[in-house]
C-alpha cells in the first residue's frame, strides 16, 4: 500500500474504536466511519482478550484496505507485523521508540503518545516516530485520570518538531474546533464519534463527516 509509512497521512479525523466485544456491531461502527470520511483508523479494545483483539483487528484491515485509510494497532507491535497493518502507536509504558522503529522497518507508521511533554515529541521524532500525540486536552470519559495537555502545546511543540501533532483525550464537536485552531493536524475521537448510535453505525458516519468539515478549511 502506498499509504504506509506517510506521515502526511496522519491529519484531519483520527478514529479510535470503541471497547465493543460484539465483532459485528463493531464491524457496522467502524465501515460507517470510513464511509464518513476518518483518515486514520487505530483498533484499540481494552476489554477484549488477545485472541478477540487479533479476531477483531483482522476483520477491520480488508476495510481500511478498501477505504485507503491507515489502519494502526494500539500498543502491539507484535500484532501490526503478524497482520501487516499499516503501524502501531505506542504509549510510554510500551517500549522503546527507536527500537520499535527498528522491529516495524521504515514503511510502518510509529506513533507515541506524548501527554504533556512537548520535549517528548522531539524524543520521538528524533527516534522515528511519524506523529505525535498530546492528551488529555480535556476532560476525558475514557482515561479521566489522564494528565491535562494544554492547547498551547501544539504551538510550542511546533517550533522544534516537523511531524504531526495529534490532539486526544475528550474531544467533542464543542471543543473540537480548539484543538484544531490551536494548531491540531489531526483530532483523535472515540465516545464522541462511536458512543451514540444503534447497531446500524450510521451515525458514526454522520459524525466522521461533521468532524471532518472542521478541517476543510485548514491548509
Known amino acids: 500500500m502506498a499509504i504506509l509509512g506517510n506521515p502526511n497521512k496522519i491529519r484531519g479525523l483520527y478514529a479510535i474504536t470503541p471497547d465493543e466485544e460484539n465483532t ?24 477484549a482478550s488477545h485472541k478477540l483483539q487479533t479476531q477483531q483487528a483482522r476483520a477491520i484491515l480488508p476495510l481500511c484496505r478498501q477505504y485507503q485509510v491507515p489502519f494502526i494497532i494500539n500498543d502491539s507491535i507484535k500484532l501490526c507485523l503478524t497482520l501487516d497493518a499499516d503501524g502501531v502507536h505506542l504509549g510510554g509504558d510500551d517500549g522503546n521508540l527507536a527500537e520499535a522503529r527498528a522491529r516495524l522497518g521504515a514503511n510502518k507508521i510509529l506513533g507515541a503518545s506524548c501527554y504533556n511533554r512537548p520535549e517528548l515529541a522531539l524524543a520521538a521524532e528524533q527516534a522515528g516516530a511519524n506523529y505525535a500525540a498530546f492528551g488529555a486536552c480535556f476532560i476525558s470519559g475514557t482515561k479521566p485520570n489522564a494528565p491535562v495537555a494544554p492547547l498551547n502545546l501544539f504551538a510550542q511543540a511546533k517550533q522544534s518538531v516537523s511531524i504531526p501533532l495529534v490532539a486526544i483525550g475528550g474531544i467533542t464537536l464543542e471543543n473540537a474546533t480548539q484543538a484544531v485552531a490551536a494548531g491540531a493536524d489531526a483530532i483523535a475521537v472515540v465516545g464522541a464519534l462511536f458512543n451514540q448510535e444503534d447497531e446500524s ?17 485548514v491548509k
Open 24 to 47: 459485528d456491531v463493531l464491524l457496522a461502527k467502524v465501515e460507517a466511519a470510513l464511509r464518513g470520511g476518518i483518515n486514520v483508523l487505530q483498533y484499540r479494545n481494552k476489554l
Open 201 to 217: 453505525g450510521h451515525s458514526a458516519e454522520n459524525m466522521a463527516r461533521r468532524f471532518s468539515q472542521l478541517f476543510s478549511n
